[in-house]
Antibody, heavy 121, light 108 residues
Framework: QITLKESGPSLVKPTQTLTLTCSFS??????????VGWIRQPPGKALEWLAL???????RYNPSLKGRLIVAKDTSKDQVVLTVTNMDPVDTATYYC?????????????WGQGTLVTVSS | SYVLTQPPSLSVAPGKTARITCGGT??????VHWYQQKPGQAPLLVISRDSDRPSGVPERFSGSNSGNTATLTITGVEAGDEADFYCQVWDAATDHQVFGGGTKLTVL
């Protein structure tokens, strides 16, 4: 059974750095072709892809966030960490991590429950 | 950057067929995935690679993709199908993932 779960602060102040952890089970980032992605959803709005990290530590980022994202993995702990710098109220959203099920062109086939992050002073 | 366009909303009577479209330049050459999101829940993959149905997804859900439009079709719509639906592709030109703006399906 594949599960993912996001954890981190529910409230951050403007200009602060957000760090979220995705803890997963049922698959491994030691496996060739596997990746974990981050997707966010502002309240009442659409999904927005943020980042993707592959089993071989290759990484991809949404350029619209202009270098504010860092994604890293701890394969031995089955965790992926997303860092978002210089948080702003427009970054208020539910943040999801999801498994990317194979090589390029694959779907996000399993999702975490999401964690709501509010940016407010 | 690659853009996916979905109608914001669609209303269908119970028992009828819902067709949700996802438009993009030459989308027929890409793998399109569809997600269903009910209120307060995480998205759920309902169609992968244009027309593959993951285990557990009812046969009422099907997909097609050609030219500039991909379509998610739900036959015999039920009240429980009411949700937001999102399409998603991988854009090879930028090596980035792209989501559509979502379609809210209302069952009348």
């Amino acid at each position: 059974q594949i599960t993912l779960k996001e954890s981190g602060p529910s409230l951050v102040k403007p200009t602060q750095t957000l760090t979220l952890t995705c803890s997963f089970s049922g698959f491994s980032l030691y496996t060739s072709g596997v990746a974990v992605g981050w997707i966010r959803q502002p309240p009442g709005k659409a999904l927005e892809w943020l980042a993707l990290i592959y089993w071989d530590d290759d990484k991809r980022y949404n350029p619209s966030l202009k270098g504010r994202l860092i994604v890293a993995k701890d394969t031995s702990k089955d965790q992926v960490v997303l860092t978002v710098t210089n948080m702003d109220p427009v970054d208020t959203a539910t943040y999801y991590c999801a498994r990317y099920s194979g090589y390029s062109g694959s779907p996000f086939d399993h999702w975490g429950q999401g964690t709501l992050v509010t940016v407010s002073s | 950057s690659y853009v996916l366009t979905q109608p914001p909303s669609l209303s269908v009577a119970p028992g009828k067929t819902a067709r949700i479209t996802c438009g993009g330049t030459n989308i027929g050459g890409k793998n399109v995935h569809w997600y269903q999101q009910k209120p307060g829940q995480a998205p759920l993959l309902v169609i992968s690679r244009d027309s593959d149905r993951p285990s557990g997804v009812p046969e009422r859900f099907s997909g097609s993709n050609s030219g500039n439009t991909a379509t998610l079709t739900i036959t015999g719509v039920e009240a429980g199908d009411e949700a937001d639906f999102y399409c998603q592709v991988w854009d090879a030109a930028t090596d980035h993932q792209v989501f559509g703006g979502g379609t809210k399906l209302t069952v009348l």
